[in-house]
């Protein structure tokens, strides 16, 4: 079959990737889609069984940080397009371990812009038609204060917005925000979109950067807040809480901002840079309330059975306050808007999590990276 386009998304058997790859293999069957994946413990191909066997999808396990690997993927496939998810991606992980999250954030991305710019310019079309798209976070811009601990009512709304509705602050991170980063994994997220910007100003490379707030929705692995808290719930664990609950997130369900990647990759601006988010903010007490009474109602539990199990513990190193995105300019360029309220997003993905019980034993199993590495190799 001849392919339109042949697309590499990295990260594709990741939370966000997984999203991402099945929506572009199945809208649109004339592109070849090449989920590029080194399959670390956060990448598992059984977020991708109902595309597995399409035609126009293809997996190939390598690390981004392998040049050759890279650069012979994309002459392989002729490759115009890389949208770019590969990362690591828990700041709690870079917190004890800040060298992986150097190696692959910075000198995967810059292996990739480098392997891309030496194919590209190969080509007698050059840079033409050719597309560089990395995904980034909100947490380059650092972290806003908590000035209105109470909420106040947001000047904004998108339908991704809860009705509890509140901004827990005046300011928002807008494209023009100067970078400030705290972590280890946001240092090495502003490092990798610097290099995506230096590879457009200094040799003309056609990127677009997008930095987006919290994600949640089905495939999350269960170390990051929402689907640990599920999990935890379910089996009567305790529920650690960093510090006092008190820090604020932005969130926004998965398959909107697979969307917007959609929508960026096609229409967005080369050289531009475009802000992703909800306008739904929460403290981290608060969504986890929703969590508790959303898993106890499913589970026809008591209500309110398992607020006991919350435990406050110490705050995580650095923890940031508050993030708030302010995400306007993609709203009104682009016309995006998030699909879904936060309150049926939240019902969805509680319900998810409890119906896959057994993805969720998969990956919390101690079996899981075994069967990986006897499969595809030690990542
Ligand atoms: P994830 O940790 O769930 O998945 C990361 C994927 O990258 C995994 O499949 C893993 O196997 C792969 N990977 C890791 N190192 C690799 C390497 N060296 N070579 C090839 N593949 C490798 O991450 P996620 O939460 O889906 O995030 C995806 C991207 O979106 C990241 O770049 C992250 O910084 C960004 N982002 C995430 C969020 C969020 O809320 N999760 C929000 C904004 C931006
Ligand atoms: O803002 C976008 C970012 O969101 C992405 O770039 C990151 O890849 C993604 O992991 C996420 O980062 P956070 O640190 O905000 O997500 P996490 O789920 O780890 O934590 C959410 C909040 O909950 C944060 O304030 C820390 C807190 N927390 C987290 C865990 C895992 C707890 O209180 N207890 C926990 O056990």
Redesign the pocket.
Known sequence: MNFTRNIII????????SHVVRLFVNKYPEYRIIN?????Y??NLANLKDVENKENYVFAK????DFETVKGLIAKYNVDGIIH??????VDRSIKDPFTFAR?NVI?TLTLLQAAKEYWESLPEGYENKRFYH????EVYGALELTNPEGIESPFTTKASSEHHHAYGTKFFTEETKYNPHSPYSAS?ASSDHFVRAFHDTYGMPTIVTN????YGPY??PE?LIPLFINNIRHKKPLPVYGKGENVRDWLYVEDHARAIDLIFHKGKIADTYNIGGFNEWKNIDIIKVVIRTVDRLLERKEEEDMNLITYVTDRKGHDMRYAIDSRKLQRELGWEPSLQFEEGIEKTVRWYLDNQEWMDNVTSGDYMKYYENMYGKA
């Open positions: 990295t990260g594709g058997a990741g939370f966000i990737g590029l994946d080194k399959l670390t956060a990448g390598a690390d981004i940080c998810l590969a990362a690591e991606s828990h692959t995967g995904i980034s976070t909100d997220k987006c707030s919290n994600n999350q692995f990051k």
